[in-house]
């Protein structure tokens, strides 16, 4: 019994990563493509300049391309949105006004107190929110849940076993060196980034500083909205970087509670995580959420991002902080945890909780 | 009257770089090249594999490299040691026991309270510790300086003016992302840093953290020692990128006083900041130690790495920090004000006080 | 007594080359800037992404950029054009017909008989068609010159000493690795050339193939038209590879004479080359149009592509071919004389011989 | 009932592609590795800077490496050689000596008329020279097997079918664009190739001008040694370029045979070329040893390398070339096909063949 998904945006970055990982899956079939009305009408060979190692998997080849319309999608079981935001908005509420089950990468609706947002290997416990989501827009089988920006996933994989462990964090500074394909298609011109460093990317700081405080926090006590965290100081500096995939991530953080952990403590911590997606058995979840590194020079993006298949997060140099606690550097794989990989992920976690109802 | 330099490491990566600043230079002129017993005795063109963009100025190619022996640079005026720190520490104190003059970038002895750490547009007024050196090794006009690591050098020029105008840093917190040529040649295999990021440089940490703290504090009232800042805590944290020259650092500082100033206050402190070089006049001095750069996306290594020649740390992205109270971001280029030219500015600004006799 | 230029295409990549080039030019000063009509209108600073190192250049920083239309440019004395093809054909023509001077980078009108097509350090005697051109549009003043394909130029300076010392070039085989800065800005994206390398640029082969055979054809006697040459066969295979500036061509040659010069000859004739360009003293002209490398692993774009102020063709790896006469290696600097640089050394030469008046 | 393999050079870089690959073989098993003395008597994990993408498999981290001495590989039914040539001579002598079965990725012997040069994919009939190699060294089941230079490989597939169709080819024009993974570790200095082109690799012209003439000729009718192709002329042009895997070469041919196919001919015969390998069925053969790419841009390192898990070679650009008769474009992945996976997939023939008896 294979759910039948439907992607949308389907010809760019994102959606080409969806296409590759869902061509492989056992449970989830690809069913229907969506794209712009530039494309919709062409075979999606056509319609799409493929970017990814190998080639388009078979059964997409000659798919036709719709365009982004709910009743053209009705028979799918879940949505998988690759849209960029300037189209999410309004799309993803037509689909899920339609009843139909989104998972959406796009930031539009990260905000809302309504729709969780999930790192599948961190807070899955937020899919309580969809009943109430439900009743709003009185709905009987669609949802909404987001994923989370793609640096802001490998920063909370590695912060939610701390919090767990070690209670709330006080003050957490980030800084990032983030791989190119995070931009998209054509995304990044070699011109600006060769033997260069940009050391802004329009809205990520504000993204990784909000979206951490929610992904941490907890569902009010009536499970109808997500309360940020409040007593957590986050800095967050982003940087681009000559590197295709992967985004590494250099953190400070300092505990409320003192005296603090050792590092050793810290290594223990994040060695022996298990989340729930592992627990229920999700295909896509990896061994290890976390692989900890002994060496002094990991994680390093090209040797570390398909770890776990590109699930989990790779963490090492754990050591004390001069200024506050502890200091580490992690690396996530921006395309895969960072993005589609979270909404299969999330999806699965769906599935096994009875909340995808297939056809 | 032009003062005749002699330099060590003469083949190596920061050889190089003094041969080509030298090598157009109106008050210095190449004298002698020292390097390895094996290269010794060759032509400098036969003996050295030349990796700076152009050719090997011509007064040098010809020249025969010398032994690194201080007998054989006993008429020049200047030396200036690139050579590696495993043999440095030898080889500089032979040359300074023998009275010679020496601007060293190698790491050996920049702990040694005796022996000045000078980044030229930051603590020229260090210099003042060599009547006392000069008096513990019984020389007459010989003595040793030496200039700091690469990444500290940027973080000192920003910091500088800021310390002045506000007053003392409480906390500093800043993530590098340095250039391959900060490694020597053949130094990093493209095999490492192709695609990647390495999250480590052995003992750099250390450094940056050891001499900010030596380069920003005072000489005692004896002037026989430098003395550490105590009440500064920094945290460093070093990775290598795949940019060629040019290093660039995203720090976040807390100042002792509060209220704290504005970003914009900072702006204008850095933007106006005037050093002692340039006051004299030094030929290498740039026309602004500081260049402030407003666009949201600069500092770059390709676009700003040759600013003010390579004597200037550019700066951007100054805005307020979630955590402490300022963040912004800076660029360096590693071996010119990092290395080879802060070695000469430093001997400019010698001769200029007089420290410099020439035969 | 300075020329007044104005500048047509002059926010995009070969304009700002151009602007850069002129700003310190001797000779020629920067009077009117033109570029889309989404610019026209804004302060240069304000309509350009600049993407050369260094800042924009302090005179063009505040100039108004204008439209491209031949009334507003009247008061110049020479137009160097940077338009892209799908426009260049239109606005040059009407400049032309204004009696305006056009020095064109555009492969527009490259094809016209009429028109000289001129690598500077080549064939500027092909300069004598403007007397025919300025009859057919009557023109006082005016006349359209343009300047050659990147990869051409580069093939064009390494042969024109060879056909004229060894006669017939009977075949020539070229295979070229091209920098990205020849595909303009935004152009390649990062995602394509990362890691990577592109087998083929759009009509770069055809260019190659037809241009150099004008090139170095003659005038007819009337000199009313350029010949090709008839007796030449030329394969050309073009790739852009991972590099910013500086496209590498690897060349076999078969002459028509037999036997063939030996790689030796070869060397003798590159080395000694003179152009008339030289000759007659234009400031933009290279000490030596051909430098020739010696080491086995010369010419490298990163180290080469600047000598002679990226006005030279830097020659290596002369040697017999197994299946031809000769095989080396060139490199030139795509956007200096591949682009902009032949534009301002034509307009040189045109001052030179009188075919430039100013007013 | 499985192989057991030694390998030989195992902390290199073919080395540690030996392990990669053989680590998950259904037929063949790491029994042992060897290297250097300095690396003898470690654990494989703490002698080893492991490089390729994921981990160091886990039935190898714990081998402790052993000297290359053939009694402590005396029980290895297949030995592969990824030693360096400058040690490759005198061991791999030694093993065959000791009646070992060696495949070896070295340049040592494969000029020694009597080994046989094999490029799985295209001449496996020169396994017919073992009867009489083991009967001038006396060997009862041990012999030595050569596999190509990387670019050689790449080559000789495309042309082993078009020489089979068509006939003779005349003359061959081959310019490479290499990767740097074909230098080893360290290999190329990131500062040597970082924004650059190395237009020389040394001796690597000379291999692909003799080996392709090795691999395309035939046994002389005693099946006592290999012809060289006597009337065939190649000249081989070699470069490094900025990618990491996979090697892109630009190929020109004229037949002999006139008239000579058309490109759409030479498309169809290398799209249906199926070679011995697959046909009997081994493991590693991919589907199609030849992939041809109808898109312009195609093949590109970074998309095509890993065609057919590394063991496909893959074609486009097919056209006339105005010179010779056709010209294409080749990509190879040069540590798969190109190295490792040349020696296991020749091993697998030979185990096919019955020439490899297990113990």
């Known amino acids: 019994m294979k759910v039948k998904t439907g992607i949308l945006g389907a010809t760019g970055t994102v959606g080409q990563r969806f296409i590759e990982l869902l061509s492989k899956h056992p449970q989830f079939i690809i069913h229907s493509v969506g794209a712009s009305s530039r494309s919709a009408g062409k075979k999606y060979s056509e319609a799409t300049k493929w970017k990814i190692t190998g080639d388009i998997p078979e059964q997409v080849k000659n798919m036709i391309v719709k365009e982004c319309k709910a009743k053209l999608f009705g028979d799918c079981d879940v949505i998988f949105s690759g849209l960029d935001s300037d189209v999410a908005g309004e799309i993803e509420m037509e689909f899920l006004k339609a009843d139909l089950v989104v998972f959406s990468n796009a930031k539009n609706y990260r905000k809302d107190p309504m729709v969780p947002l999930i790192v599948p290997t961190v807070n899955p416990s937020h899919f309580n929110l969809i009943p109430h989501q439900r009743s709003i827009h009185t709905l009987k089988k669609g949802f909404l849940v987001t994923n989370s920006n793609c640096s802001t996933t490998g920063l909370v994989v590695a912060l939610k076993p701390l919090q767990e462990a070690f209670g709330p964090l006080e003050t957490i500074i980030v800084q990032t060196m983030q791989a ?9 011109s070699s011109l600006d980034i060769f033997d260069n460093v940009i050391p802004f990317i329009s ?20 499970q109808t909205e997500c309360k940020l965290l409040d007593s957590t100081n986050i800095s967050a500096t982003c940087n681009r970087v000559p590197v295709i995939d992967g985004h590494t991530e250099c953190v400070s953080i ?84 960072g993005a589609a990989g979270s909404g299969i992920l999330n999806a699965e976690i769906a599935l096994a909780k009875g909340l995808l109802k297939t056809q």
């Open 203 to 222: 809205g990520e700081e504000e993204k990784m500083e909000y979206e951490t405080l929610k992904i941490l926090g907890d569902l009010n006590s009536d």
């Open 254 to 337: 300092k505990f409320k509670n003192q005296p603090s952990p050792t590092p050793q403590e810290i290594v223990n911590v994040l060695d022996s995580y298990v989340s729930e997606a592992q627990q229920i058995g999700c295909h896509s979840a990896p061994n290890k959420c976390i692989i900890v590194r002994h060496d002094d020079d990991r994680p390093q993006p090209r040797l570390d991002r398909n770890n776990g298949n590109g699930y989990s997060v790779t963490i090492g140099r754990v050591r004390k902080c001069n200024v506050f606690d502890i200091k580490f550097t992690l690396l996530v794989h921006n395309t895969i945890l």
């Open 180 to 188: 190119i394909s995070g931009a998209g298609y054509p995304g990044v």
